[in-house]
């Protein structure tokens, strides 16, 4: 069983800033790319940004700038730094991670659950 728990959401105003963490654990070998994807009421689900296991890092246009996308290996997390927040950045986040279970793979795509982010004044 491999979970993915997604934790930093919250209420916050215009301009704010926010620090998303995901932690997978469970039955892991390895871990390939990490990323971020979010989903606005009535919209389809934007992928905002990745992280390769040796640190390249891609961004979506509408976030490059003010999103930083981060890992520690160490302890099979990954961070999501958003600042200069606005209010269309509001919608559900949530981490993805292409990883093996085990050492005779394949590798699969994991999902958290998901966590709120609000920017509002």
């Known amino acids: 069983q491999v979970q993915l728990v997604e934790s930093g959401g919250g209420l916050v105003q215009p301009g704010g800033s926010l620090r998303l963490s995901c932690a997978a654990s469970?039955?892991?070998?390895?871990?390939?790319?990490m990323g971020w994807y979010r989903q606005a009421p009535g919209k389809q689900r934007e992928l905002l940004a990745v992280?390769?296991?040796?640190?390249?890092?891609n961004y979506a246009d509408s976030v490059k700038g003010r999103f930083t996308i981060s890992r520690d290996n160490a302890k099979n997390t990954v961070y999501l730094q958003m600042n200069s927040l606005k209010p269309e950045d509001t919608a559900v986040y949530y981490c993805?991670?292409?990883?093996?279970?085990?050492?005779?793979?394949?590798?699969?795509?994991?999902w958290g659950q998901g966590t709120q982010v609000t920017v509002s004044s």
């Open positions: 993805n991670a292409n990883l093996l279970a085990n050492m005779r793979g394949p590798a699969r795509n994991y």
């Open positions: 469970g039955s892991i070998f390895s871990i390939n790319a």
């Open positions: 992280i390769t296991s040796g640190g390249t890092t």
